[in-house]
């Protein structure tokens, strides 16, 4: 007989979180806030960890490099099976989009908190991404959902067809690698040549693919959250178009300037695309914004680190979603219940000097944060901690929430005023900086915008 949703519900007690720094201090308490206990694990750089503390199991599970420890999937797996975890939870970043890793955990008989294997693997590979998707019916970049061949005369014929300038991805890409713009003809082949021979090294595939590339995009993306039970919501949108280096900055929600109207169908077309793929958890559609139309890129199959802004505006505990559907309950909010309210700004706090934006290792010898009405701060790091050199220099969000936008504009820089970092340098002067911007408090600046300002900056 097939288990109903409330007898296969509840499938674990305990969760092991295959990650470190803020994200696992706030999966860590979004599963206390469930009832269900939590093993923490760290490599040997990470031993102080105040997580490790207020964890139930705390195991380390190798040194210091990456590598040998939070990607070390067989030392995570007997780390579960040590401590009794019924769950992994694998945060961002590390193995969370690792098909093969969802697949191990599974078939150890435990639960992967995220979507099925096959739903990474076929997100995952960005040619079968954006083939699921014009099924389903969302927008696109122009261009075909198949494999560039390898004949030079069809691939000269498929970018005039595109119109230049053309991007030339590979489809295993990812962490903004394995792209080159094509201004013209004649640098075709040596762009295709180049990439090709990039992704074979960087990504184990040949496979590339051929798109137009747009010039002033905004990166607009929307949030999603299905259940175990053909019921999937979006949960609005998200503007994060402040980036560096392909890296967000600063995130926002919602999308300054995008009419209700535009937008509520591509947010339907992500719904209907999840409920395609039998889509599981929370997951993230990416897309290019220019003249007023919405461009797919790629689907993060994972909680993403901007998750907060929408978590402000929705009111909706996006990690306690993302378990309680692994748990397998059913989703307990409809399209019709889920209402944005207000503005939300996150501001990445990074260890990293403000000019170079070199890493910045070493002891944060003080620490003040700011509080009040509509102020979140996500972090792992207090006083005395030692910001390690190993891993992101990701050490704190700092988000804030405000009926409006000039209003949480402001609240934001209240709060950046309010918070001091001493003993390592930080990239908070730089975003102090930034929220007394003029392009950026009007709102709508495209994804090339901060490295102008920054340029600018210097030059001045
Ligand atoms: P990755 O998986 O490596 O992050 P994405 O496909 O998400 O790669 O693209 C990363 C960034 O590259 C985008 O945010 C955007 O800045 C740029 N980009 C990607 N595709 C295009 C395109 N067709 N036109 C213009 N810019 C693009």
């Not at 927008?139 to 069809?154: E, F, N, R, S, Y």
């Not at 949108?237 to 591509?266: L, T, Y």
Request: charged share 20%; with cysteine; hydrophobic share 40%.
């Amino acid at each position: 007989m097939p288990e109903t949703s409330e007898q296969s519900a509840g499938r674990f007690d305990t969760v092991l979180i295959a990650n470190r720094g803020e994200i696992a201090a706030r999966i860590q308490r979004a599963c206390r806030e469930l009832g269900l206990k939590t093993v923490a694990i760290c490599s040997e750089a990470d031993r102080q960890a105040p997580y490790g503390k207020t964890a139930d199991s705390f195991l380390c599970i190798g040194p210091s490099t990456a590598a040998k420890s939070y990607l070390n999937q067989d030392a995570i797996l007997l780390a579960a099976r040590l401590a009794g975890a019924g769950a992994i939870h694998p945060g961002y970043g590390f193995l969370s989009e690792n098909a093969a890793f969802a697949d191990a955990i599974e078939k150890a008989g435990l639960v992967f908190i995220g979507p099925t294997a096959s739903s990474i693997a076929i997100m995952g590979d960005k040619i079968s991404a954006k083939r699921a998707m014009m099924a389903a019916g969302v927008p696109c970049v122009p261009g075909p959902d198949t494999a560039l061949p390898d004949d030079p005369a069809t691939i000269e014929r498929i970018a005039l067809e595109i119109g230049y300038p053309v991007i030339i991805k590979a489809a295993g890409g990812g962490g903004g690698r394995g792209m080159r713009v094509v201004p013209k003809a004649d640098v075709l082949h040596e762009a295709i040549a180049l990439t090709r021979e990039e992704a074979r090294k960087a990504f184990g595939s040949r496979s590339l693919y051929m798109e137009k590339f747009l010039e002033h995009p905004r990166h607009i993306e929307i949030q999603v959250i299905c259940d175990d039970h053909g019921n999937a919501v979006w949960l609005g949108h998200r503007d994060c178009s402040m980036q560096r280096r392909h890296q967000k900055v600063v995130e926002e929600a919602p999308a300054p300037g995008i009419a209700p109207d535009i937008i509520q169908p591509v947010g339907l077309a992500c719904v209907q695309a999840c409920l395609q793929i039998g889509y599981r958890g929370v997951g993230t559609f990416e897309f290019l914004y220019e003249d007023g139309a919405f461009y797919f890129i790629e689907m993060n199959t994972r909680l993403q680190v901007e998750h907060p802004v929408t978590e402000m505006t929705s009111g909706v505990d996006i990690v306690q979603a993302q378990i309680r559907a692994a748990q397998g309950h059913v989703l307990d909010l409809i399209q019709g219940d889920v209402t944005c309210e207000g503005h939300s700004f996150e501001c990445r706090i990074n260890a990293e000097d403000p000019e170079t934006f070199l890493p910045s290792a070493g002891v944060v010898t003080h620490l003040a944060l700011p509080a009040g009405p509509g102020i979140r701060v996500d972090t792992h790091i207090h006083a005395g901690y030692k910001v390690s050199p190993y891993y992101d220099s990701l050490i704190a969000k700092l988000i804030v929430h405000a009926p409006t936008r000039a209003e949480a504009m402001a609240r934001m820089r209240e709060a950046l005023a309010g918070t001091e970092v001493e003993g390592i340098s930080t990239n908070i002067p730089f975003l102090r900086a930034l929220f007394k911007d003029g392009a950026f408090a009007q709102g709508e600046t495209d994804i090339h915008y901060l490295e102008q300002w920054l340029k600018l900056r210097r030059a001045t």
